[in-house]
């Protein structure tokens, strides 16, 4: 996949955009570079999204809304449309984590680990489980 510059440190490659649940789901790799006298990458992690269409009810909902009962990896970090960097420029309202808290490195957060997290955070966006831990 494309590297594509964020800012002037900030780099984010698409790893993986794929389908679950019925859900657009999408693993970005970042990286934050250093000034160039510095001949090496300081930090590299992962995020997770998943994206949800108009129809459904936490549509243009920020995340502080619904993370008591929506879980992810350290938390939801994100919920906003795409900007057409690190998430293509559509009408789907994306929600996500990062695996960028302590502790976390490339090495223990991997793409396959990630890409689970991701999974599950869909599963728990289908309406007849967001309907279940409501009632709860």
Not at 4 to 17: H, L, V
Not at 39 to 48: A, M, P, Q
Not at 51 to 66: A, E, M
Request: hydrophobic share 35%; with cysteine; proline share 3%.
């Amino acid at each position: 996949m494309k590297k594509m510059k964020i800012d002037e440190e900030r780099y984010a490659t698409i790893e993986e955009i794929f389908e679950h649940k019925g859900f657009k789901c999408i693993i970005v790799f970042n990286e934050i570079k250093p000034p160039k006298k510095l001949k090496f990458i300081i930090s590299k992690w992962r995020c997770g999204y998943v994206g949800v269409t108009k129809k459904h009810p936490l549509y243009k909902k920020d995340y502080s809304r619904f993370e008591d009962y929506i879980f992810a990896h350290g938390g939801l970090t994100f919920s906003d449309f795409g900007s057409g960097k690190a998430l293509p420029k559509d009408n789907l309202w994306w929600i996500g984590f990062d695996c960028q808290h302590y502790r976390d490195t490339i090495k223990n957060w991997t793409f396959e680990r990630v890409k689970k997290e991701v999974e599950e955070l869909a599963e728990q966006l289908t309406i007849k489980n967001l309907i279940l831990n409501r009632l709860k």
